[in-house]
């Protein structure tokens, strides 16, 4: 499989209050569908649309990101089946690990960058250093 095309669609950010208390982020990626596209360079592809969601609960602020995604399978028999298979909803575990693992990248970077705007907590934990006794600094990430 290869990724040829990613984009957003639309993405929203919303700050409902100032966040006090105890804070809990919940995150949510989804596939809405798949389906099979022609493009000149590329032939049939399968494009994914997604929406990918953080939330910081009690609701004090959401992040919502939908878009596609244009995948080129290793073997063009393939597409039959993952449409098959995905009017059952279901996909097969190591296209929706391969998938997933790039939307996230993608959106958790704009997510990041939208939640310096708006003030809001990271999402994800960032890497910190420490320093240590002997004066050493340690990378813990």
Same mark, same amino acid.
């Given at each position: ?10 993405? #929203? ?21 798949? #389906? ?7 032939? #049939? ?13 009690? $609701?004090?602020? #959401?992040? $919502?990101?939908?878009?596609? %995604?244009?995948? %080129? ?25 391969? %998938? ?42």
């Amino acid at each position: 499989m290869r990724i040829i095309g990613f984009s957003f669609k639309k993405f #929203e950010v919303e700050r409902k209050k100032d966040i006090k208390g105890k804070l809990e982020i919940k995150t949510n990626l989804q596939i809405d569908d798949i #389906e099979k596209e022609k493009i000149d360079l590329a032939g #049939e592809i399968l494009k994914f649309s997604y929406t990918y969601s953080i939330k910081y609960e009690p $609701s004090f602020a #959401e992040l $919502s990101f939908k878009g596609t %995604v244009l995948v %080129v399978p290793d073997n063009p028999k393939d597409i039959k089946t993952i449409l098959k298979e995905w009017k059952k909803k279901k996909l097969n575990d190591d296209l929706r690990v391969f %998938v997933f693992n790039f939307i996230m990248s993608k959106c958790n970077l704009k997510a990041l960058q939208l939640e310096e705007d708006f003030s809001l907590p990271p999402h994800i934990p960032l890497p910190r250093l420490s320093k240590q006794a002997s004066n050493k600094v340690n990378y813990a990430g």
